[in-house]
T-cell receptor
Framework: GQQLNQSPQSMFIQEGEDVSMNCTSSSIFNTWLWYKQEPGEGPVLLIALYKAGELTSNGRLTAQFGITRKDSFLNISASIPSDVGIYFCAGLEYGNKLVFGAGTILRVKS | DGGITQSPKYLFRKEGQNVTLSCEQNLNHDAMYWYRQDPGQGLRLIYYSQIVNDFQKGDIAEGYSVSREKKESFPLTVTSAQKNPTAFYLC??????????????FGPGTRLTVT
């Protein structure tokens, strides 16, 4: 099946630094979703984006729905140790299935 | 507390045995999904269902079967025909309005090990 291009694959950053990751696709999506998964657990929905150009925040997290509808970005400000995990982007086609990125592994040095 | 439950958390089986993974949701969602996750990889869709007594194959349905007899429940059977069944299995659900599905919420997962 189709997969999104998510980058970077992994990041090892200092506590307090800002983090940026993104997802791109050759297809247009109507909804972009960002999930976080911790080891041995199911993904938890962080942010949902429904309109092209939309910018949405959830605490220290900010995500944007690209204007072309083919990309999305997630930023985490002032990272803390509990931010570690795998972050997945997902695109939702109208009335259809979710397409997932391969994930960005985030590690934080305290 | 609304959510999705999967049981058991860990499951061990011998090769050649069928095994059924449970998924229950009390979110009143119409649509339910099963995904498989392998180490270092994203999620791959096995089966999904948008209505009771109806379900569709996802990208990797071979060796799996499902049923949807109740809105709240969507069990997955991993059959002996699945060549590489050891994986982390995730169940999810979402609202369905008209033909449109919305963001999916995931259960805690079941780790299946087949030896």
């Amino acid at each position: 099946g189709q997969q999104l291009n998510q980058s970077p694959q992994s990041m090892f950053i200092q506590e307090g630094e800002d983090v940026s990751m993104n997802c791109t696709s050759s297809s247009i999506f109507n909804t972009w979703l960002w999930y976080k998964q911790e080891p041995g657990e199911g993904p938890v929905l962080l942010i949902a984006l429904y309109k092209a150009g939309e910018l949405t925040s959830n605490g220290r997290l900010t995500a944007q729905f690209g204007i072309t509808r083919k990309d999305s970005f997630l930023n985490i400000s002032a990272s803390i140790p509990s931010d570690v995990g795998i972050y997945f982007c997902a695109g939702l086609e109208y009335g259809n299935k979710l397409v997932f990125g391969a994930g960005t592994i985030l590690r934080v040095k305290s | 507390d609304g959510g999705i439950t999967q049981s058991p958390k860990y499951l061990f089986r011998k090769e050649g045995q069928n095994v059924t993974l449970s998924c229950e949701q009390n979110l009143n969602h119409d649509a339910m999904y099963w995904y498989r996750q392998d180490p270092g990889q994203g999620l791959r869709l096995i089966y999904y269902s948008q209505i009771v007594n109806d379900f569709q194959k996802g990208d990797i349905a071979e060796g799996y079967s499902v049923s949807r007899e109740k809105k709240e429940s969507f069990p997955l059977t991993v059959t002996s025909a699945q060549k590489n069944p050891t994986a982390f299995y995730l169940c999810a659900s979402s609202m369905l309005i008209g033909q449109a599905t919305y963001e999916q919420y995931f259960g805690p997962g079941t780790r299946l090990t087949v030896t």
